[in-house]
């Protein structure tokens, strides 16, 4: 077990239970982890040995025979023993039929055996506590969960295969052979032990400087698999926005009216666009209004459009563009013009720029065009398409956090000012340590465990 977590109450080492399949299944597993998971699971399910006896790990039949409600049916169940489970404790899962009632019936009467109802995400805190896997690998679980395409899915994976956790312990252990290297000049200050040289030194601190700048730089591919591209539809009314959001989508989510004004609030949509995770955002026309629910969408509509990766600025083809043209809310790196309404242009759109996109919500055309601009625009930022590993905003903030303390050891250590060297590598070890769990502390785990499913 993790000896430099401190363990809350919930720590303790008791027996928990949960239902892992979302309802609607036609299969339902029932989980249940801790010291006495086979006696618990043992007097609900019964089958032609005890669960404690081998073969573990095996599929068995047997019946559910302690269920309130007359349930006398058929389930199977494994024993995984600890250390070799999920969580590394002793662990049952029983599999019974899907539906909403039989295995709530199974989880109420586990609970009445002495389980307790497992936490959110707990089943995985407790197999980052028992050591079974990093905290980068255990915030993967979660990203699996939650991903939204399949090049969020494969980052996912290969968090879990411990790709990240890796990269991160190297830096760590870097930077603790550091330390020591500093500690041990502040222990034997008189002696003339063999120290590494000052090139020596600062080599080690560059190098750690260097690593933490590449995990950094792939903080917008992070983001960006893992909580989709902010695009935000924006412009000004009856252009066309809400058919162009329903274009996108396949689908009428948004009202479509032809009175200025319609969409008085933001709406937004998870949508794969070639293979990006997109959350697309509908705001209402962006115009000089009187009315009070409609002036009020407007500064939203403004306030999105500011926080958006891309924005898809959406004007009447038409109409002249020049007089479209009065909002500063249209240029800037990340803007995309599209002309909408493009089936209504005569001849070739005389004034239109070339970089402008050019669409027609209301059959579609011109999306293809419009979807290659947008991928431009997100991979724009980043060198490659796929990144091997990208950090997350949590890790991201604990990276910037050991930055500059890195550097500052490096230089107080060049300085041969060792003891305020040390202070600040203690600082940047600890902050690394958060990101992969050697240093976490309950608070941090609560926060990270909270995003997780019950059952997980
Ligand atoms: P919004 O206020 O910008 O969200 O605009 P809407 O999506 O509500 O559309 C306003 C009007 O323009 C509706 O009558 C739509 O049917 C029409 N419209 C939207 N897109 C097109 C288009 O590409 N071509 C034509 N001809 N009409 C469109």
Not at 153 to 166: E, I, S, V
Not at 170 to 193: K, P, V
Not at 434 to 440: F, K, M, P, S, W
């Amino acid at each position: 077990m993790r000896d430099h977590v401190k363990l809350g109450a919930r720590e303790g080492g008791d027996t928990i239970a949960a239902i892992a399949t979302a309802v609607g299944g036609a299969v339902a597993v029932v989980r249940i982890s801790g010291p006495c998971a086979a006696e618990i699971a043992g007097g609900v399910w019964q089958g032609r040995e005890p669960l404690r006896q081998a073969p573990f790990r095996v599929l068995r039949l047997g019946r559910i025979v302690a269920a309130e409600g007359e349930v006398d049916e058929r389930a199977l169940a494994v024993f995984m023993p600890a250390p070799h489970s999920y969580t590394g404790e002793d662990m049952v899962e029983l599999q019974c039929h899907g539906g909403a009632l039989s295995a709530r019936l199974v989880l109420l009467a586990l609970l009445r055996g002495g389980a307790r109802h497992a936490e959110p995400g707990e089943f995985t805190r407790r197999a980052f506590l028992n050591g079974k896997m990093d905290l980068t690998q255990a915030e993967a679980v979660a990203d699996l969960i939650q991903a939204h395409s399949e090049a969020a899915l494969r980052l996912a994976n290969r968090q879990l295969h411990g790709l990240l956790g890796r990269q991160i312990d190297s830096i760590h252990d870097r930077l603790s052979d550091l330390l020591a290297e500093i500690e041990a000049r502040l222990d034997f200050t008189e002696e003339n032990l063999d120290w590494a040289s000052r090139e020596h030194l600062e080599q080690g601190f560059s190098e750690c400087g260097a690593a933490m700048a590449r995990l950094l730089a792939s903080q917008h591919d992070g983001e960006v698999l893992r909580d989709g591209v902010r695009v935000v539809i924006a412009g000004p009314p009856n252009v066309g926005k809400s058919s162009l959001l329903n274009a996108i989508l396949g689908r009428d989510r948004a009202i479509v009216t032809p009175i200025p004004g319609t969409t008085r609030d933001t709406l937004e949509e998870f949508v794969q666009i070639r293979g990006i995770p997109v959350r697309l955002t509908d705001t209402a026309g962006i115009r000089a209004t009187d009315d009070v629910i409609e002036k009020n969408g407007v500064e939203r509509a403004v306030a999105t459009a500011r926080s958006a990766h891309v924005v898809l600025w959406v004007f009447d083809a038409s109409l002249p563009y020049e007089a479209q043209r009065r909002s500063e809310n249209e240029q800037g790196d990340n803007v995309i013009l599209v002309a909408n309404k493009a089936d209504l242009l005569r001849g070739e759109g005389a004034g239109l720029p070339s970089e402008v996109c050019r669409t027609c919500a209301l059959t579609g055309d011109g999306l293809e065009g419009l979807y290659a601009a947008l991928e431009r625009a997100v991979w724009e930022a980043s060198d490659h398409r796929e990144a091997d590993v990208a950090v997350s905003a949590r890790h991201a903030a604990l990276l910037h956090e050991a930055g500059p303390l890195v550097d500052d050891a490096c230089r107080c250590a060049l300085a041969n000012a060792w003891e305020l060297a040390a202070v600040s590598l203690r600082g940047a070890i600890w902050a690394i340590g958060q990101i992969n769990g050697r240093t976490a502390t309950p608070d941090v785990l609560d926060r990270i465990f909270a995003r997780f499913c019950i059952g997980k």
